[in-house]
DNA sequence: AATGAATGAGTCTTCATTCAT
DNA sequence: AATGAATGAAGACTCATTCAT
């Protein structure tokens, strides 16, 4: 197989991606998959043990790829002021850049993760407990004035994770420029959290 | 019927209502709605045309019951910036107080809104639109910098709803008190629209 | 309806008996069935929740008959020896009457009865308890030397349901007379459990 | 292959009788017994040209094995009433040290059979033309009063896989001694078709 | 000798909806 | 105002089997 050709395995995963972020999870179809792919739907089987097990790698992957896009842009960054802000940014870049891949993290419903593994939602905080420890580091400095870092960090990816929603799921008034959104989203959302700087 | 007893076609959205919030989309049938309810499957249609019609039901009452709260909410305050406030906590108010109700509004994708008829949809924005015209006299009265009004609304809305969801998802984590939660975030998300005042 | 149309439900349950008895559990399917009759699949479920219940309802219905059937054979003889024989005559009439329903009872593994519910098992008893009660009283007067009528009436069941099912499964010679072979059978079954009296 | 290592040809024969056994016949499937073994479903195939010759091997080395035990056993004895016990005793004690072969003799349904080659029902009869021809002799030494051997061999043979199903099915209550549920039971077919020698 | 990939036909079951009453 | 009977389409999944390697 060369480097075009995507293995049956990919196929299904990308495909079932572009399901579950055009018609819903609902619309989520073994068969679907399968003809959209021009496979029976038979051979899905051959790759996942069921539809829980090929939804569950699909949003591990997620999280894996969101998470480690977050680590390597704060990395980059030094100084805590910068690296705060690169996660924010890196959050919500990778949540336009690879828009099916984020929705898949939040496709499910907290009543059917019931059956998704435990273990695997530890995986799915590094990238908030990074932002936690950021912010805490940001307080020390005296960046920002917080009592409840945990709070905030929750708040802080709430918050974004409500304007990508709004942008992913086409809320969003038609007249209103995408990017400008998200680029005043983010700046009131990072001031929010501030210790505003006057210069007297 | 009297004051006790629900009329057939409440008891239908009511239950219709919890069975999306609590199992979703994908798990909300005419059959199982009539069973819980003690009524034959067919005597659903004697009250919506079909699954499509019930469930926009649902969505119009519920975003009429939201505005008509926003609206009630603002009028009782004077000031712009109470006013402001007003809006954004009735908001949060009724999302927490009435989370199925508020959730109907977000349950259908944009991809299943198609046949959400269009004229409706203007209904929606009226709290909207009452945050727009506020935050537009709040400008003029110096209380916010902003260039872009409307933007300015949609991102507060997208920002709140951000942290509703999160609550209502259960995708907070278990530590953290919920009204705080709630209550810090409004907080820093007003912070992050209003002039700072800094006493020199 | 008149006396010639058989309900759906009764139809369904003769056609699955049917099926049962010509190409065994393996071979029931709810699709087979409906066909069979004529009707869609999906009308089966509007009598009979799921494939389950449909079989055991069938092996209720045939424990039932078979249970009466006894009882009421027993019921019309006075002397011990007649009852005895009666009940020993019933079950093998009815067997070879009732073929299709006689082969229910026994169509389930155990492994597979585990899903079946466990009070229905007592009915299941009532034919072997009378045959037990009167075996108890052949011993008091004397008709049969037994130490544990229990096992007795196990036993001879045992045997007559052996007799009985290499007829019903075709397992039998092709030269041998039906008739005479259960006729021969029973004799000896009967004899193996009596005392010979031996006029001196 | 040492003493050990059982060949796969014979793995898939034990596995296969061990699910039929235990699970029946509908959940006889190749992907099973070679998810079990631990090789591919493929794998059976070099083996065996399909499901049927597979069952087909079952029963007929199980046919065999059961036709030698028997012939064995008798061949040891010298008097008729000797052999005539033997071979029932033989019987029974193949049927419950090596229950899960004795069962899949019976396994298949007559219908099913249509597709088992018929010269391999005649190797199934030897055992049991073995016990006429004993029967034959006990009629011409006076120990039994028969008119048909042949049908009394069939009928002694029913008696005893009656006795033999109910307590491998599990069909005996629990209270009742296995052992000795068999015990009584072979006595009481014994004496069902000898003659009683009255000592005057 | 053994396997991985693949499939068409089949399994039970649920769904929204219709129709006659 | 309400229902029982019925259905075609679709759901997830399992099966025996084939084929190329």
């Known amino acids: 197989m060369n480097g075009e050709e ?5 196929k299904i995963l990308d495909t079932s991606r572009h399901f579950l972020f055009t018609k819903g999870y609902s619309s989520l179809s073994m068969r679907k998959i399968a003809k959209e792919i021009g496979v029976s739907a038979t051979s899905i089987y051959l790759y996942f043990e069921n539809k829980d097990h090929l939804v569950h790698t699909l949003i591990e992957e997620s999280v894996e790829e969101l998470s480690r896009a977050i680590e390597q842009s704060a990395a980059q960054k030094i100084s805590t002021i910068d690296k705060f802000e690169a996660i924010i940014r890196a959050y919500v870049e990778f949540a336009m850049s690879y828009s099916e891949k984020y929705q898949v993290i939040y496709v499910m419903l907290s009543s059917e993760m019931s059956r ?11 990238g908030y407990a990074l932002l936690e420890s950021v912010i805490k580091k940001g307080i020390e400095e005296g960046l ?7 709070i905030a960090a929750y708040s802080i990816w709430a918050q974004l994770h409500g304007v990508i929603s709004v942008v992913l799921n086409q809320r969003l008034d038609s007249k209103i420029d995408r990017n400008k959104f998200i680029e005043e989203s983010i700046e009131h959302i990072v001031q929010g959290f501030l210790v505003r700087i006057t210069t007297a």
């Open 144 to 150: 920002m004035e917080l009592d409840e870092p945990q």
């Open 6 to 10: 995507l293995s049956l395995r990919e």
């Open 116 to 126: 998704y593994p435990k273990e695997k939602f530890r995986k799915a905080r590094r």
